[in-house]
């Protein structure tokens, strides 16, 4: 998961960094981590045999092979991402599969498409990062069929998430001030308001919008130190230690690393994830 980041320009710059790099060096790790979201995420969706699907923010390919898998030989799927990078892994790995997808290096935001062919409009997590998201669904909205749906998976409100709460809320007190950002900012956790993604979905031509809660254990770490050594890498844990000082690292992850210990009383180490699946229909 991202930073917070103002700009498009600045999304673009972050995932093709270094950010784009490490998740390409650790996708079977976060994967795996996030496969019973992901799971649910494509039951929800309910790809058809021959049906054409776009796959927004597809990263490193996982949902787009398996949702490749789902429309068979008949079907298409399009993978639409900012980071090459991972759609350098996320080629590889369709290639090495031989399924029917192909990959987009694009802003959704911005991308112009051919024509409104798609009958669905999946995403994992790629969503809540875009900097004008009602323009940005207008422009997908584009995309689809006048009978097409649209099916994503977005976080729920940091407080829910397990995953974030602990480590963050240790590690808080050791390290500066954060800069504070508002609740519809982009970020990981700007699309954990209901009313805020009914308001977008509707506004860009959506109806019959659902939103069902989903909450599963997510594995953190192999062991202690596994998972310890993951938070600093990745997610709102490594945004804190991005500018701290020895000492203040120190002392955020022996904190990090106490209010992690009565998890790790049985291994792998999990912590609970809490998401939306979201569904609807072009109105």
Sequence with gaps: MSAQLASNSEQIEFWNGDAGKRWVTQQVRLDAMLGEISAAALKNANAKPGEHVLDVGCGCGDTSLKLAEAVGANGRVVGLDISEPMLAQAKSRASAQKLPVSFVHADAAEHRFEAAHFDLLFSRFGVMFFTDPDSTFLNLRKALKPNGRAAFVCWRDARDNEWVRVPVGAA??????????????????????????????????????????????????????????????????????????????????????????????????????????????CG
């Design 172 to 281: 808080r007190p050791h390290v500066p001030p954060q800069p504070q950002f508002g609740p519809e900012d982009p970020g990981p956790f700007s699309f954990g308001n209901p009313g805020r993604v009914r308001r977008i979905l509707a506004g860009a031509g959506f109806d019959v919008i659902t939103m069902k809660p989903f909450d599963t254990p997510m594995s953190m770490g192999a062991t202690l130190d596994d998972a310890v050594a993951h938070l600093q890498e990745f997610g709102p844990v490594s945004r804190l230690l991005k500018d701290v000082t020895p000492i203040q690292r120190e002392a955020a992850v022996a904190a990090i690393r106490e209010a992690m210990a009565p998890y790790a009383k049985t291994l792998p180490v999990r912590l609970n994830g809490a998401v939306w699946l979201v569904t609807a229909k």
